[in-house]
């Protein structure tokens, strides 16, 4: 079975500043799909980036970039220039392809961007 | 239209009640999911419905009952819940493209918070 584990149940960063959330995951798949949720108090969960496991290159969208190292398993959430719009809980997911469309996600990462 | 709707916004229920919950996306989603989430929490899938058949039931009470009339709506039939049925639902949606289902990722509604009393 997968398992996807953040380690960082809560976290804080100064407005402006770069934060990272860290994400592994446990899998014998060489192909599968990696993506961070954001679901701030409003409780819609938001997708905020996604990662293809072949390819190489980290994801990126706009102030949201990944490091992806598959070897390590590890899919690492780094925002930078952080709002307030910002705080949310993180949600790490792993899915893997024809699997009948499960995610699997992780426990959560409560983030909260401090003025 | 790129959001997924879900109905009502919250919902208080007796244990006999009978209750449904509603979702809807017309972005051509052609599968769509409820999970279940308790505070602080991550989701817990109930059902996957893929081309409006139920292709995923992970062992729900049968108190919980899902529905797919069409290819934009989903419903979810509540009867006889338990306290420990307080929780948010949320729906959503994804696409299936060449035999893939949501690897691009799933649609969310903002939920319905479910108390039971």
Known sequence: AQTVTQSQPEMSVQEAETVTLSCTYDTSE??????????????????????????????????????????AK???????????????MYFCAFMKPYTGNQFYFGTGTSLT??? | DTEVTQT??????????????KCEQHMGHRAMYWYKQKAKKPPELMFVYSYEKLSIN???????????????????????????????????????????TGNYGYTFGSGTRLTVV
């Open chain 2, 8 to 21: 009502p916004k919250h919902l208080v229920m007796g244990m006999t009640n009978k209750k449904s919950l």
């Open chain 1, 30 to 71: 060489s192909n599968y799909y990696l993506f961070w949720y954001k679901q701030p108090p409003s409780r819609q969960m938001i997708l905020v980036i996604r990662q293809e496991a072949y390819k190489q290159q980290n994801a990126t969208e706009n102030r949201f970039s990944v490091n992806f190292q598959k070897a």
């Open chain 1, 74 to 88: 590890s899919f690492s959430l780094k925002i930078s220039d952080s709002q307030l719009g910002d705080t949310a």
């Open chain 2, 58 to 100: 992970e062992s729900v009470p049968s108190r919980f009952s899902p529905e797919c009339p069409n290819s934009s709506l989903l419903n979810l039939h509540l009867h006889a819940l338990q306290p420990e049925d307080s929780a948010l639902y949320l729906c959503a949606s994804s696409q299936i493209r060449a035999g893939i």
């Open chain 1, 113 to 115: 961007v401090i003025p």
